[in-house]
């Protein structure tokens, strides 16, 4: 695997240990989406590229896209104002659209309370802006590191946090504060207007 999937075993352990059988994507994934689609019972998926819907949902079968509501859309923060949209799930997965968007999504389901866990692909990029991200009062972010990209995990849930720490190198931050603290790779910054698809 690439690493356009290298935050699948995160959110394996992730999905496994919440017994998740819901979930909210913001970026439709050629990896992530399947995935989940194989291991939850209901996707909400929300993507700024209808053409890329459209790829990933030819490799998924019948029965795979009667569980799954794609919503195509031009604007991902305004769809929080479309009741229903944000509802309980089990986990959300942040891995695409607007780059300046990644951490205000990360931030309004946490505020919200809309997922047990947040998990955030591509972390170690400053310009996604997740050190902006203020943790309510109970939550951390869990940096897992290692492979590029990293991938973090916002989440309240304790057991889930010593689960990660010990299967991976990870930093647990528990303020904004901690996040903004944290050392980042030396990357070339991303100069396109949203994030690449694979």
């Given at each position: 695997?690439?690493?356009?999937g290298s935050h699948?075993?995160?959110?394996?352990?992730?999905?496994?240990?919440l017994r998740a059988r819901t979930a909210l994507e913001?970026?439709?994934?050629?990896?992530?989406?399947p995935?989940?689609?194989?291991?939850?019972?209901?996707l909400t998926t929300v993507e700024l590229k209808g053409e890329w819907l459209d790829k990933v949902r030819t490799g998924l079968s019948a029965e795979a896209q009667a569980r799954w509501r794609?919503?195509?859309?031009?604007?991902?923060?305004s769809l929080f104002l479309e009741p229903g949209l944000v509802t309980k799930c089990d986990v959300a997965l942040v891995d695409g659209g607007d780059y300046r968007a990644r951490a205000a999504i990360v931030?309004?389901?946490?505020?919200?309370?809309?997922?047990?866990?947040?998990?955030?692909h591509d972390s170690e990029r400053l310009e996604f802006c997740y050190d902006r991200v203020w943790l309510p009062d109970g939550w951390v972010c869990v940096r897992v590191e290692g492979d590029m990209p990293w991938t973090s995990v916002f989440t309240a849930d304790d057991v889930l946090v010593k689960m990660l720490s010990s299967k991976w190198r990870c930093t647990v931050c528990h303020s904004i504060h901690e996040i903004r603290r944290l050392p980042y790779p030396a990357i070339p910054a991303w100069k396109g207007e949203e994030t690449p698809s694979p």
């Open positions: 695997m690439n690493g356009y699948i075993p995160v959110l394996e352990v992730v999905c496994d240990h913001y970026g439709a994934g050629n990896f992530s989406t995935w989940l689609l194989q291991h939850i019972e209901r794609a919503i195509p859309t031009n604007d991902e923060l931030q309004v389901l946490a505020l919200v309370g809309a997922a047990k866990a947040i998990v955030a």
